[in-house]
């Protein structure tokens, strides 16, 4: 199967965006989904149908498609529509003053308005009655096909008043219907092009250019010429133009475009950096790991851009709906017609009551109220750093209930760090640091590493670590090696008791057992033939998990920390972020996690999973709501519904909560649009509804359906309120 994105051009309503989909469905094969806010259709196709099959679909259904291409900048997008616009109001305005004032009417007035109102429903109007012909040609009806119908209706039954001598004319109808669904359509297309704002503002986040270290010599290349192991030169105030490992330099990185994260992030050689963000002060050299379509900015443009594609099951009603609901109208148009004259009543009195059915019923909000709701939503999730794979994820944010955090790498920092020196009877801690650090330094097992550098953050640059000789590695117990003229020994405590005759003197045997109680680890330094101190060790929990937890709760939601850890350890960790013992679950083999999260659905549990090992791919996939912190693996990146880009496991409330709100703006929208039509067509269909007021109500639909939807782009995570 093949994938593709067409830009589509001439769609007006739902039921335009629902026919093509329908045609393009009915190819062997095909899936497409048409998006009227993005004016797009991806689809999934067969290699035996090709893109130009499929654009033939289109054109034979009514419409343009294409392959997507920039925007010229040379004129503003709604350049054309705003001249309309202008010209429809200078025409249609002295036409409904003077038809609704009698007292302005002068001699010849209907001939001037008639002057006046016939630019504006052919040239002004002239987008519906194309559209409207071109449906009609291939046996459809669409919104354009009820203004075409009700506008030359209005104008038509006016030349006839006209010509018979008859002042009652509907020349303001015609007029004022014309310049308010123009005006409408305008303020439409701006709030559509706006809800679009934030995707385009990542797009543009990469950088176009970069000074790659070629032979020694700087050179400025655009990025599209990067390779993956070129190492580039990013200067103070510079974009990193591709993802990569810093290989030289230290700086601090604004990445608050991507991440949402306002403070900038400490790097220095071996942090992982990624394309797009600021490096703020000290140059950097930077190894290239990926490039173009692979970059994280790339990825999470395709993530957003797919989700912003597709339909939510609400949405899918909408338009089966709008499908048939133009032919019913007009239908209904010609039933309160005849009813009319069958009841006695004026032709004219009927005529307006036709028209206003035609006019008030355009189901152009239907088609609007889950497109724009996503594509702000998604946009705006973007900007935070939560990227949302598809609107079907929305239904289950709403449903969850239960949210399984694994510990390492999402409540906690994933890394071990130094917490705590423990010295022995007369021990100097600048000694003990100075000797143990330094044979720890020789060792790359991950506690040796954070004592390492925990000795060194700790005694500064004017106490270097001294060189270490005779070094040896005791899988599973500790390290040896000569120092500064002392043999150093650092491990377990039972094995520098049994091998090296080194016991632990009782104090600091009692200080190390009530660390391990609190679930950290406990290292033993010694030398010259006795115990010197003890380190304790720990990965630490992020600075936000404790508030993250509050805010879950805060939610409704029940929060249940996962973890292969034992007891101790992870029972340790669930206080210090708030999570009762009750809720632990440790010592759970990376298999073992999918039986937990059935083990919770089972139980009637809607579960949420956050996570970001490889490990966790499976429990993620199993969840109703998969989580991955964008700080893991790309396999469990894969396996999720949400990608958080920033570690900060706040967030996960931070993407339930817009998830949630972009839902219910969904469903507010189209609750108006089904709403608001059921309500008016019996009120037009009655007399109640003057022609012109129905097509102001009708824009004003639309207007309404996009600003509320426009109103995500204000979403702001609720950080004050849980900072613990």
């Known amino acids: 199967m093949s994938a593709t994105e067409l830009a589509i051009g001439g769609m007006t309503c739902a039921s335009c965006a629902t026919r093509i989909e329908r045609k393009l469905n009915k190819l062997d094969g095909v899936t497409a989904t048409v998006n009227l806010a993005t004016e797009t259709a991806r689809i999934d ?20 498609a294409a392959i997507p291409v920039p925007r010229p900048e040379a004129e503003p997008a709604d350049a054309g529509p705003r001249r309309r616009l202008l010209v429809t109001l200078a025409l249609a305005i002295p036409v409904i003053v003077v038809s609704m004032l009698p007292p302005l009417r002068f001699p010849g007035w209907a001939g001037v308005a ?75 297309g701006r709030s559509r092009r706006r809800s679009g704002d934030a995707l385009r503002a990542l797009l543009a986040l990469g950088a176009k250019d970069a ?90 443009a395709r993530l957003v851009t797919q989700a912003q594609a597709g339909k939510a099951a609400v949405q899918r009603l909408a338009d089966r709906v709008s499908a048939v609901f133009v032919p019913v109208v007009i239908g209904l148009a010609l039933v309160t017609l005849t009813a009319w004259l069958a009841a006695g009543q004026p032709p004219a009195a009927a005529f307006t009551a036709a028209v206003a059915v035609l006019i008030i019923a355009c189901p152009c909000a239907m088609g609007l109220a889950t497109p724009t709701a996503l594509l702000v939503g998604t946009g705006r ?32 920092t994933g890394r071990m760090t130094l917490t705590g020196v423990l010295t022995g009877p007369g021990q100097d801690a600048t000694e003990l640091l100075t000797l143990a650090g330094a044979v720890e330094d020789a060792s790359e097992h991950p506690i040796a590493t954070a004592i390492a550098a925990g000795a060194r953050a700790r005694l500064g640059d004017a106490t270097p670590l001294p060189a270490v000789s005779d070094f040896a590695s005791h899988q599973g117990y500790g390290v040896s090696g000569l120092t500064a003229g002392h043999a150093v020994t650092v491990g377990r405590a039972g094995w520098l008791a049994d091998e090296w005759a080194l016991p632990v003197p009782s104090e600091l045997a009692g200080n190390a057992l009530r660390a391990e109680a609190s679930g950290q680890t406990v290292v033993i330094a010694g030398w010259d033939g006795a115990v010197r101190g003890a380190f304790t060790v720990a990965d630490t929990v992020k600075p936000t998990s ?71 791919a499976a429990a ?18 894969e396996a999720s519904d949400l990608t958080l880009v920033r570690g900060d496991l706040l967030a996960v409330p931070d993407a339930i909560e817009l998830s949630r709100r972009t839902l219910a703006t969904i469903k507010g929208n189209l609750f108006w649009a089904f709403g608001y039509n059921v309500a008016a067509i019996p009120l037009a269909a009655l007399g109640l509804l003057n022609p012109m007021i129905a097509a102001a109500a009708m824009a004003s639909s639309s207007i309404f359906v996009v600003s509320n939807s426009l109103r995500l782009r204000r979403f702001q995570p609720g950080y004050s309120r849980f900072q613990g």
């Open 546 to 616: 404790r508030s993250a937890v509050e805010k879950l709760r805060a939610m409704g939601l029940r929060p249940v920390l996962l973890t292969g850890d034992n007891e101790r350890v992870a029972h340790a960790v669930a206080e210090q972020v708030g999570i009762g013992s009750r809720d632990v679950i440790a010592g759970v083999l990376p298999a073992g996690k999918v039986d937990v999260i059935k083990a919770l659905q089972d139980e009637g549990r809607v579960v949420a999973m956050a996570g970001d090992g490889v490990n966790d």
């Open 45 to 64: 196709f067969p290699s035996a149908i090709t893109v130009k099959d499929l654009i033939t679909v289109v054109e034979q259904a009514g419409y343009t």
């Open 114 to 188: 008639l002057a006046l109102a016939t630019p504006v429903v052919t040239w002004g109007a002239w987008p519906f009655h194309r559209a409207a012909a071109i449906n009609a040609r291939h046996g459809a009806a669409t919104m354009d096909t009820l203004v075409s119908v009700g506008v030359t209706a209005a104008y038509l039954w006016s030349l006839y008043a006209l010509a018979k001598g008859s002042g009652d004319t509907y020349l303001e109808v015609a007029s004022g219907v014309t310049a308010l669904i123009v005006l409408g359509r305008y303020f439409e």
């Open 211 to 300: 000074a790659v270290l070629r032979d020694g010599n700087e050179t400025r290349v655009p990025v599209s010429h990067l390779a993956v192991g070129d190492v580039i030169v990013v200067r103070p105030g510079e974009k990193i133009a591709a993802d990569g490992i810093v290989s030289g330099g230290r700086s601090a990185i604004d990445a608050s475009m991507l991440t949402g994260e306002a403070l900038p992030v400490e790097v220095s050689a071996g942090d992982a950096v990624t394309g797009g963000c600021v490096n703020t002060s000290g140059s950097l050299r930077v190894r290239v790991t990926r490039v173009g379509a692979e970059t994280q900015l790339a990825q999470m």
């Open 620 to 637: 993620l996939a199993q969840a109703d709501l998969g989580l991955a912190m964008g700080t893991g693996t790309d396999a469990a990146i």
């Open 381 to 412: 999730g973007a900007q935070l750093g939560i990227l949302i794979k598809g609107p079907e994820v929305l239904e289950s944010t709403r449903r969850v209930d239960t949210v399984v955090l694994d510990k390492t790498g999402t409540v906690t």
